[in-house]
């Protein structure tokens, strides 16, 4: 094991020759640097005549969005793997394949995706995902059911809940998410023309309350462990295919938070939409299959989470009549209410969407934002009396007329 220290490319070659089965010794390989994420190194190593490659990522020390003034725990590494391969356990058909990995180094080798296109892009291109509601809300119920108190015995859930403490990237959504858009803080970063509207978040009391309830659960529900950063730059597709990668944020928290990250991820893509689609049919279309899309997501979720439950339930009392009803009403009103904040922080908060923040033209990105905005608040609002996930597609409808 060596010391940490940020692989050089010729490192990362050297590295990825080690793993077993993948290259030939006498290989050419390439390398590229291909991170453009918030956090990390990511390396792509590939052997161009056999078109097979493999990928390094590797945590920095450091937030690499800020700058070394933002230290945060290698651990993280660990964590993120660890993740990965329970994730893929129970559904290994969504989650890449994990061929080596280095805590010291903050190393996790693993399946080129690359013949996968990350969602985010996909949809800004307009790209159909028809299987992607069914995936992801099997990979969501799955990952959540067995690694909750329902479905796994109790005494190791809370071990696991000990490996999985994950104070650094917990302490990125409490601020960004839950704190700075609600307040002057210098975290926040919005554009002049909607300052009016951010500041506007700072004094509405009925607003910030519903906040300060969903941070209480984000800090003291401890229900199942969760990806932590399900949007849609966390994914890899393909009409067919749909992987989830970069679980570095996982933790044990309110299930409705994953649920809420997918939904806010096509409903900031739905608000986008006037600035990339090329006429009003288009518009109407891809507006259409979006909110589909997203009621889909807790469609399926709930289908298979309910399907799980009566079939492997291991917590005797929650077979008392009523409770699985009781508990799925909990998650649907928590993933409405994360799914406003998680769309509300993109428009003012630190971290944005390429959805929205790419759009060609001055006018269109100030709409978007403003769609998004007056989503993200009505979900906030509404989440915790919610009674279906139909309510989204009227929340989303009229904000954009
Ligand atoms: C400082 S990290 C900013 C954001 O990037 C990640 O993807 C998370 O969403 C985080 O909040
Ligand atoms: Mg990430």
Redesign the pocket.
């Given at each position: 094991m060596s010391e940490y220290h940020p692989l050089s490319l010729e490192e990362a070659v050297a590295l990825a020759r080690t793993i077993p089965d993948h290259f030939r010794q006498d290989a050419e390989l390439s390398v590229e640097e291909i991170g453009d994420?918030n956090?990390n190194l990511v390396f792509r190593i590939t052997d161009s005549t056999k078109g097979k490659g493999l990928i390094i990522k590797q945590a920095l020390p450091y937030a690499k969005v800020v700058g070394e003034s933002w230290p945060l725990s290698l651990d993280r590494a660990r964590i993120e793997r660890e993740a990965l391969e329970i994730q893929h356990s129970h559904v290994p058909d969504l989650v890449p394949a994990i061929y080596a990995y280095d805590n010291e180094l903050a190393i996790t080798v693993m399946e080129d995706l690359s013949d996968h296109t990350i969602m985010r892009k996909g949809l800004i291109e307009g790209q159909e995902y028809p299987h992607f509601a069914k995936h992801i809300g099997r990979f969501i119920a799955s990952t959540l059911f067995y690694t909750s108190d329902l479905g796994m015995d109790q005494q190791a859930k809370k071990e696991q809940l000990g490996r999985f403490i994950n104070p650094d990237l917990c302490k990125i959504t409490e601020d960004l998410i839950f704190e700075d858009p609600y307040r002057d803080s210098p975290n926040n970063n919005f554009s002049e023309d909607i300052r009016p509207d951010a500041e506007a978040l700072w004094h509405d009391d009925e607003l910030r309350l519903e906040i300060a309830l969903l941070r209480e659960k984000f800090l003291t529900h401890a229900e199942a462990l969760l990806h932590g950063?399900l949007h849609t730059?966390?994914i890899f597709a393909t009409r067919e295919s749909t992987k989830v990668i970069?679980p570095?944020f996982a933790y044990y928290g309110p299930m409705g938070f994953d649920i809420g990250a997918v939904i806010a991820n096509l409903l900031l893509n739905f608000a986008a939409q006037p600035g990339w689609s090329s006429n009003s049919e288009e518009l109407h279309a891809r507006r259409l299959r979006l909110l589909t899309m997203a009621q889909g997501v807790w469609k399926h979720f709930e289908t298979h989470f309910r399907d799980l439950w009566n079939r492997d339930l291991v917590d005797v009392m929650a077979k008392t009549p009523g409770y699985q009803d009781m508990y799925v009403q909990k998650v649907l009103r928590d993933a409405i209410g994360f799914a406003g904040a998680k769309m509300i922080r993109r428009i003012v908060g630190l971290s944005h969407v390429a959805d929205i923040d790419t759009i060609p033209g001055a006018e269109l990105q100030h709409q978007a934002k403003l769609t998004a905005l007056k989503i993200g608040k009505a979900l906030v609002k509404r989440g915790r009396f919610a009674s279906s996930i139909d309510e989204i597609t009227g929340i989303a409808r009229q904000a954009a007329k």
């Open positions: 994420g956090l950063d730059g966390s970069d570095e």
